[in-house]
T-cell receptor, first 114, second 114 residues
Framework: NAGVTQTPKFQVLKTGQSMTLQCAQD?????MYWYRQDPGMGLRLIYY???????DKGEVPNGYNVSRLNKREFSLRLESAAPSQTSVYFC?????????????FGPGTRLTVL | GNSVTQMEGPVTLSEEAFLTINCTYT??????LFWYVQYPGEGLQLLLK?????DKGSNKGFEATYRKETTSFHLEKGSVQVSDSAVYFC?????????????FGTGTLLAVQP
């Protein structure tokens, strides 16, 4: 099992450009999440998907959109990138989104917006 | 709202020293509590968890006890190794919306010197 995979690993964008971060999991999990990690701020939830066909906003959703393409895949889109979106982005998944569930994380995408 | 506070780093220790990383939380109800670890250049992975008061989570020599009376979940290890150098995140499960979400502390960098 590959677990949670993310592409790309690194990306540099210019202000105003768009891009999509891809995430896939092979653990048959129902719930998937997108976080951003910034120095001194821990991880903050951007969007999540409790199950296939549903998505909801997290703590910091502005400037992002998501798509739960199927049970395996959950993508994050930046329509018009801004320097404030420079960050490391992590995708995660969990079995059913229950209170004791472990979340499994991908290796991350390091994004720089110039 | 629910929140997690953990001690600021970096924490620098010599090999075989005793480790404590403090974590306290604010929550309504009875959340599950987690410690995740992030090794350099990698995503987060679960280190241990506790799902109810007085539970002790343990893994790889690390331990943490869910203390409801002090709203704490401090991480301890009796003898650290260089390979334990990483960032450690305390987190709690937060029920809101269609799935449980994790709320993370800001992370504590541990550097172990030979």
């Amino acid at each position: 099992n590959a677990g949670v995979t993310q592409t790309p690993k690194f990306q540099v964008l210019k202000t105003g450009q768009s891009m999509t971060l891809q995430c896939a999991q092979d653990m048959n999990h129902n719930s998937m999440y997108w976080y951003r990690q910034d120095p001194g701020m821990g991880l903050r939830l951007i969007y999540y998907s409790a199950s296939e066909g549903t998505t909801d906003k997290g703590e910091v959703p502005n400037g992002y959109n998501v798509s739960r393409l199927n049970k395996r895949e959950f993508s994050l889109r930046l329509e018009s990138a801004a320097p404030s979106q420079t960050s490391v982005y992590f995708c995660a998944s969990s079995d059913v989104g229950g209170p004791t569930d472990t979340q499994y994380f991908g290796p991350g995408t390091r994004l720089t917006v110039l | 709202g629910n929140s997690v506070t953990q001690m600021e780093g970096p924490v620098t220790l010599s090999e075989e020293a005793f480790l404590t990383i403090n974590c306290t939380y604010t929550a309504t109800g009875y959340p599950s509590l987690f410690w995740y670890v992030q090794y350099p250049g990698e995503g987060l992975q679960l280190l241990l968890k506790a799902t109810k008061a007085d539970d002790k989570g343990s893994n790889k020599g690390f331990e943490a006890t869910y203390r409801k009376e002090t709203t704490s979940f401090h991480l301890e290890k009796g003898s650290v190794q260089v390979s334990d150098s990483a960032v450690y995140f305390c987190a709690l499960s937060d029920r809101g919306g269609a799935t449980n979400k994790l709320i993370f502390g800001t992370g504590t960098l541990l550097a172990v010197q030979p």
